[in-house]
T-cell receptor
Framework: GNSVTQMEGPVTLSEEAFLTINCTYTATGYPSLFWYVQYPGEGLQLLLKATKADDKGSNKGFEATYRKETTSFHLEKGSVQVSDSAVYFC????????????FGKGTHLIIQP | DTAVSQTPKYLVTQMGNDKSIKCEQNLGHDTMYWYKQDSKKFLKIMFSYNNKELIINETVPNRFSPKSPDKAHLNLHINSLELGDSAVYFCASEAVGTGELFFGEGSRLTVL
């Protein structure tokens, strides 16, 4: 079956540091890959996505590249801010129907001023 | 106008009671989901509906019963609540097949 593995954290960084959150996946076929973000007390929001190999998703300074050869979709940001503190979820969608997303366990990111 | 809204946001109840959580979306999506998030933030899909038809029913106790009166609504009824049901329950909708889910704010259920 499908699965997503990501570093669980918490990850604590200083403001303006470089961020990497690793994500690897197992899936049959060619899944679409996503990063979702959950701010405290809120539901998840889509941050970025990539639908095929070598695609790069980007939004709000965050980037992730779909690497089929390493089955990875690592999230990066060059300079984090306190407002980026949240839980980040890597996810995949295996098929085109109403089968939902398979989520990783989430990575809690804490940015200190 | 909230795209996906859930009520109630907080629910505290005793073991053995029956409770419901309501969800409505105004995005015109055909697909809706219920997810359960535990205390460690792990998200697990419970049910998915497409145009009022049940598509996914994961290994969830049959005390949990979803109901979709129309494609804009997906409610969750829980019978005989147990301590282990304490969690945050999220409703989400999706334009079918896109993987772009829109989540509600969650309903925090505490069973005492």
């Amino acid at each position: 079956g499908n699965s997503v593995t990501q570093m669980e954290g918490p990850v604590t960084l200083s403001e303006e540091a470089f961020l990497t959150i690793n994500c690897t996946y197992t899936a049959t076929g060619y899944p679409s890959l996503f990063w979702y973000v959950q701010y405290p007390g809120e539901g998840l929001q889509l941050l970025l996505k990539a639908t095929k190999a070598d695609d790069k998703g980007s939004n709000k300074g965050f980037e992730a590249t779909y690497r089929k050869e390493t089955t990875s979709f690592h999230l990066e940001k060059g300079s984090v801010q306190v407002s980026d503190s949240a839980v980040y979820f890597c996810a995949l969608k295996g098929g085109g129907g109403a089968d939902g997303l398979t989520f990783g366990k989430g990575t809690h990111l804490i940015i200190q001023p | 106008d909230t795209a996906v809204s859930q009520t109630p946001k907080y629910l505290v109840t005793q073991m053995g009671n029956d409770k419901s959580i309501k969800c409505e979306q105004n995005l015109g999506h055909d697909t809706m989901y219920w997810y359960k998030q535990d205390s460690k933030k792990f998200l697990k899909i419970m049910f998915s509906y497409n145009n009022k038809e049940l598509i996914i029913n994961e290994t969830v106790p049959n005390r949990f019963s979803p109901k979709s009166p129309d494609k804009a609504h997906l409610n969750l009824h829980i019978n005989s609540l147990e301590l282990g049901d304490s969690a945050v329950y999220f409703c989400a909708s999706e334009a079918v097949g896109t993987g772009e889910l829109f989540f509600g704010e969650g309903s925090r259920l505490t069973v005492l």
